[in-house]
């Protein structure tokens, strides 16, 4: 039976559990409920036997919708974190970041094979749902980044531990920049391990709920060749222009570059939020032990980060005013120093430090 929290549709089928994203009209970006419902729900497939395969997507179309139904996971409710810290001090924004930090544990370290269908609009919270799956579908409707920069908070539900595992210099520029990732570029860069055309998806379901453990040949058989990342070209300029792990190195080469791209992604690097940019630096630069002491990090960072100005009037200006002009105090990366970064960085108090759900006790994924 379908245990239908309202935003999550969580069922059981066989020897499948299915997780279904169904906010449709915030682009299933994450609240503080759906996380809940999907931690209830793996904590109990883990319990049960005979669960082999986690598939987690978007809900199709309501009957009667305005628009199809169009986004994996916009990210996290940062509106309603924004007003936490303007109501209670950011008691309920913290809650949520705990809780969301463990569901990504959980999916983490889950016995099931774990498959995401990257069918839309994946950034920030939903990158933090897909990558912890051993499979990760793209398809033509795919549109990934991480783009905390726009609002001042930073890239967070495990980014630190993905993003410097990936090619080159790819990680740090997809957050400095922003970029938007097509289907293409997400199997070329590693976030999907497949590449499939949205129309087999729902095929590519119906075979892995008749055989849970062919998850791999299922959607190896049914995967087609992308056509080329574009991205694939810029990788040599990124990996060398990226290649500093100071903001003001990075800013030095894309300025004294002298080409059109690099004027672009300057302009990119400049518009977004100087704290957020060395924050990620730091954290892209350094590794965890396990990806425990990485929640448990960005845990810490992000109880620092929506205290902030930056944050504040990041989500003013993209979600809630829209006029896109946030005023980055500090404005510039001079301004960003070391003793602020150590701050925003340092452990919390014991009492308050992010722990794993209790069901989650065993041994973390190698990375
Ligand atoms: C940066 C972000 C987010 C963002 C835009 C950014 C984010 C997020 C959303 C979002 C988008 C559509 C919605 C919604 C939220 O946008 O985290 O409720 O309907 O959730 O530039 O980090």
Not at 58 to 80: I, K, L, S, Y
Not at 328 to 353: K, N, S, Y
């Amino acid at each position: 039976m379908p245990a239908a929290s309202g935003e999550v549709i969580a069922a059981r089928t066989g020897a499948v559990g299915h997780l279904s994203l169904d906010r449709p009209r915030a682009l299933n970006a994450l609240t503080t409920k759906m996380c809940e419902a999907i931690i209830a729900a793996l904590v109990q497939w883990r319990g049960a036997h005979g669960v082999e395969a986690v598939i987690i997507d978007h809900a199709p179309t309501r009957p009667g919708a305005e628009r199809p139904a169009r986004g994996f996971c916009a990210g996290g409710d940062v509106a309603m974190v924004r007003a936490s810290v303007q109501a209670d001090g950011g008691a309920a924004g913290r809650a949520f970041f705990h809780t969301e930090y463990r569901m990504n544990h959980l999916l983490f370290t889950a016995p099931q094979i774990t498959v995401a269908f990257m069918d839309g609009v994946t950034m920030g919270g939903g990158v933090g749902l897909a990558l912890p799956c051993r499979y990760r579908v793209a398809t033509e409707n795919t549109v990934l980044a991480m783009p905390e920069g726009a609002i001042g908070l930073f890239p967070d539900v495990g980014a630190g531990w993905y993003l410097p595992r990936l090619p080159g210099r790819i990680g740090q520029f997809l957050v400095l920049t922003g970029a938007r990732l097509d289907g293409a570029e997400c199997l070329w860069a590693g976030f999907a391990t497949h590449y499939l055309p949205a129309d087999r998806i729902e095929e590519a379901k119906a075979a892995i709920a008749r055989e849970p453990r062919a998850v791999e040949a299922v959607l190896d058989a049914l995967a087609v060749e992308p056509s080329p990342a574009r991205l694939a070209g810029n990788a040599e300029a990124i990996d060398r222009l990226f290649v500093s792990d100071r903001l003001e190195d990075i800013l030095a080469a894309l300025r004294s570059d002298g080409g059109a791209w690099a004027a672009s992604e300057l302009a990119a690097v400049t518009a977004k939020c100087p704290t957020t940019a060395k924050v990620t630096l730091r954290l892209l630069a350094q590794r965890r032990p396990d990806f425990a002491a990485e929640m448990a990090l960005e845990y810490a960072i992000a109880c620092r980060m929506i205290l902030r100005h930056d944050f504040l009037d990041g989500v003013r200006a993209v979600l809630i005013d829209k006029d896109h002009a946030p005023r980055w105090d500090p404005a510039t990366p001079e301004g960003v120093t070391e003793a602020m970064l150590d701050a925003i960085f340092a452990p919390l108090p014991e009492a308050e430090r992010w722990t794993p759900h209790p069901a989650a006790a065993v041994a973390a994924r190698p990375g």
